[in-house]
DNA sequence: TGAAATTTAAACACTTTTCTTTAACATGCG
DNA sequence: CGCATGTTAAAGAAAAGTGTTTAAATTTCA
């Protein structure tokens, strides 16, 4: 209950990886296959993606405008479009075009192929002027 | 799968309340009981609380070395024993005695009463003299 | 003090996660 | 090729988490 997201098992399995131990030789140690040690360090990585995840959240709690940029779009207009919908609640956002687009890449890149976004995307906008997507 | 650690329903309550809705509210709202908004409400901070809890222990995971405290200790005393230990490996610690002693009372609060150490405390050393307490 | 707001506890059904085994598949290397 | 390394899939048992209700306790504050 007081502990995070991570097992000890999955802290045993990740410290000795750091230590640069193969997963075999991790199964010897502790007595286990090589594919449990896989299946540990994995569950142990999408536990961190997940903490990660839920912080990030915790931003678009501040956002106090919300903005959805539809599938199909071109980055670039998405990107125009979101400045004009900051302009329109007189927020300024605090990223130019280049970075602006650098920073969606980063943020959901599964959701951008090439120069169109596949699927949509919620822009929370904080009064700020920054920016999570979601 | 995809997801963070804060369900749907508790991302409902958190930004409901966000806007300054009352629990009672709230259950009118998505009819349910105030008792239960309590319950996710209070399910969701402990979900926030983990998700931080678990990238605190990434950064154990780059400590070099570790000190353990033993309960019972003056806080004083620890933090010396901090230095010294550090000393001894060569590490130069990022931060003097006052704001050693903030970061200990800040990081695991439930551990210190008064001027001692209750319960033992890990301290996670970086060779960058970065400190984590767990 | 009294009413509203919040918290706690216990119990239940349900879903998800974790660890595990076994067996097969993929990849890179000498 | 044979070998080491890592990944994937399926299946099962145990553990943990979620949303819910009902009822009681506690806190807050006008």
Redesign the interface.
Known sequence: MK????TDRQ?EV??YR?QGLTQQQIADLIHTSKANICTIEKAALE??R?????????YT?DATHIYTIRGGTDVLDAVSNIFAEAEKVHIKVRYDTISLVNRMRESVPERIRGRFVREKIDVYITDEGELYFG
Chains 1, 2 share one sequence.
């Open positions: 502990q995070g997201l991570i802290k990740l410290r750091k536990n961190i997940k903490a990660k995840d839920t912080l990030e959240f915790l709690l």
